[in-house]
Antibody, heavy 120, light 110 residues
């Protein structure tokens, strides 16, 4: 069965970086894009970007360009999301979510979420 | 301010029907597929509807989706207390080159 498992919660100080991992199993890793979505406390969903596990190509939401990097390790079926220059407003639950593999841009499997807390 | 507009909350009695609207524009809802997600408290979102009106395996037919022009609608019939959750619509925005979501709708089953 398809599973998407993320790394554990992180506590960071303003200005630091965080790197969250997302390990996929139960399907061919390179056949489906992986997205990152975050949710601030009490707020809605916010799309951060997408990575193509085959070639590593990425597209980032304009808001995060220059501050986020998404990478993948095909041998480990794992994608990573690094966010730099953290500020308090980055406190959120970060989700990886498997894309549909086509042009519909829906997310059929989600990780359990990783809480990133940014505080001095 | 979300790109897609949803009502903040809706409510209905058990057994009744409710609809949740999602309003967008030509650059998103009108020309791209819409999906819907259910988020129970403290959990990750779950896909309910994709490609405007298709249900993934395991999603009961009490949940339905439709789209007309720049608006999409999620319908839920035979409401159960377990349906109390936040519901989000999402789609691709061709102008922003980004996935966009609605602000979410909190469903209360009274």
């Amino acid at each position: 069965q398809v599973q998407v498992v993320q790394s554990g919660a992180e506590v960071k100080k303003p200005g630091a970086s965080v790197k969250v991992s997302c390990k996929a199993s139960g399907y061919t890793f390179t056949k489906f894009y992986m997205h990152w979505v975050r949710q601030a406390p009490g707020q809605g969903l916010e799309w951060m970007g997408i990575i193509n596990p085959t070639g590593g190509g990425t597209t980032y939401a304009q808001k995060f360009q220059g501050r986020v990097t998404m990478t993948r390790d095909t041998s480990a079926s794992t994608v990573y999301m690094e966010l730099r220059s953290l500020r308090s407003e980055d406190t959120a639950v970060y989700y990886c979510a498997r894309g549909d593999g086509g042009g519909s841009h829906f997310f059929d499997y989600w990780g359990q979420g990783t809480l990133v807390s940014v505080s001095s | 301010q979300s790109v897609l507009t949803q009502p903040p909350s809706v409510s209905a009695a058990p057994g009744q029907k409710v609809t949740i609207s999602c309003s967008g524009s030509s650059s998103n809802v009108r020309n791209n597929y819409v999906s819907w997600y259910q988020q129970l408290p403290g959990t990750a979102p779950k896909l309910l509807i994709y490609d405007n009106n298709k249900r993934p395996s395991g999603i009961p037919d009490r949940f339905s989706g439709s789209k007309s022009g720049t608006s999409a609608t999620l319908g839920i019939t035979g409401l159960q207390t377990g349906d109390e959750a936040d519901y989000y619509c999402g789609t691709w925005d061709s102008s922003l080159s980004a996935v966009v979501f609605g602000g979410g709708t909190k469903l209360s089953v009274l």
